[in-house]
């Protein structure tokens, strides 16, 4: 039976009483749900998966299931850019994209460009005094249009770089069997499924055959258009509902907390008759804290009866730690590092660092004024805005005014999307 190492301190015991038990029922439910749909091999993805995969082991020989476990290394950045190969100019769309304190360079550079490259395109663009300066969803669309319309050179490079990644990725999913004549899923936190996506677009370029892979997500905000509701099964969060919940739910803690201990898949190269991946070299700035959570999952596992928490039972944890974090959980989870773009240029606590000037920016209809208008004030996003919001003012009544203000802001932008749909 697994032991503790050290003491429990306050992150270990609220990770026991929440997270844990989060993670297991999420894990038992992909196993049973896959079994019972005939799959007979499972493929946890990088890095948010690997947890799963370390529980998935131990659950699947407790409940004797005949199915095949593999983990494997990739990342949006590797399939984004091997995708780029092929798919033309429609490559603009996942790199212009928005996301917490974006950049031209940052935006450059989701392409795989060199420094040499990226000021090229800068001269073309207008955008070389401001390399840096971190730019609003109105403005990234702005560079979308230039990029599409006046560099001369963007596209060139784009294609340059992609053909390698290409080349690579193919290698190495043959080596891990995804070309096999087995019915297979992808097992992974979710969100969009874009992933599974651009996995089963490779594939089919590969194959020259139509692949549309299967996934089981933790929770799905909506399904990319090409995807058939019964390919992707979703638990805790689906698409155009569940809006309550998902306003009391913070996607970058839950990444942060169940990720790997290693840096991101970077791409592939081939060693002997083997093919691995190439890790950023970065490592994950959150190792020792990841390495702790997964020892405390497994004690978990082994010391737990028989018998299913129902989701709503779930959700009441959830929703108050990520929703209404005490000014205790705020602090331990909120200092954990986090980025939220396709490569971890510039890393920030989860719970970013706002100040009153900040603070003033994110009520609802200021912030609503700033990103979807000409403004000239940025927001500086955070991954976890309710920690934010406690680690500044604390949980009285100006903590409850602008969690409150944070759930609007977010309701309304579920609601315009389902509505969108």
């Known amino acids: ?33 896959a079994y019972k749909d005939g799959k007979k091999r499972l493929y946890f993805l990088a890095r948010d998966g690997w947890m799963m995969y370390e529980l998935a082991k131990k659950i699947s020989s407790k409940l004797n299931l005949n199915m095949d476990l593999r983990y494997i290394y990739v ?48 001269e073309e663009t207008g955008y070389k005094d401001r390399l840096n300066e971190c730019l609003s969803y109105v403005q990234i669309q702005e560079l979308k249009k230039r990029l599409d319309g006046f560099s001369l050179s963007f596209f060139d490079f784009v294609y340059a770089h992609s053909k390698g990644f290409y080349e690579d990725i193919t290698n190495y999913f043959e080596y891990v069997g995804l070309t096999d004549d087995v019915k297979f899923a ?25 692949i549309d892979i299967s996934g089981y997500y933790f929770g799905l905000y909506e399904l990319p258009k090409s995807v058939k509701n019964k390919n992707f099964k979703a638990y805790y969060l ?73 989701v709503g039972k779930l959700e009441k944890l959830l929703s108050l730690i990520m929703g209404k974090p005490t000014k205790e959980e705020a ?49 500086h996003e955070s991954g976890w805005p309710e920690a934010s919001i406690v680690n500044l003012v604390g949980t009285g009544i100006r903590g409850k005014w602008a969690l409150f203000n944070e759930r609007l802001y977010k309701r309304g932008m579920y609601v315009r999307k389902a509505i969108k749909k």
Not at 272 to 291: A, D, F, R, Y
């Open 75 to 122: 990342s949006r950045y590797v399939l984004r850019n091997a995708e780029y190969y092929f798919i033309g100019r429609r490559c603009i769309d996942s790199i212009c994209v928005g996301g917490i304190d974006i950049t031209f360079y940052k935006i450059m550079k989701r392409a795989a460009l060199t420094d040499k490259e990226i000021l090229i395109v800068a």
């Open 238 to 310: 689906h698409p155009n509902i569940n809006i309550g919940r998902k306003t009391r739910f913070s996607i970058c803690l839950f990444e942060t907390l169940f990720s790997a201990p290693v840096g991101m898949t970077m791409g592939y190269r081939t060693e002997e008759e083997k093919v691995v991946p190439i890790l950023s070299t970065s490592g994950n700035p959150n190792k020792n804290v990841i390495e702790r959570n997964k020892d405390l999952l497994m004690i978990y596992e082994s010391y737990l009866e028989a018998g299913d928490l129902s």
């Open 1 to 33: 039976m697994a032991q503790l190492d050290k003491p429990a301190n306050d992150s270990d015991i609220i990770f026991l009483h929440v997270f844990a038990p989060v993670l297991t029922q999420y894990v038992t439910w992909v196993l049973k749900t």
């Open 331 to 379: 602090k331990i989870f909120g200092n954990l590092q986090f980025c939220d773009d396709v490569l971890e240029l510039q890393m920030q606590h989860v719970a970013a660092d706002w100040d009153e000037i900040e603070l003033r920016k994110q009520s609802f209809f200021r912030k609503i004024l700033i990103k979807f208008f000409k403004s000239k004030e940025k927001l």
């Open 186 to 210: 992808v097992v992974d936190s979710g969100w969009l499924g874009t992933t599974a996506v651009s996995m089963g677009n490779i594939l089919s370029y590969m194959t020259k055959r139509q």
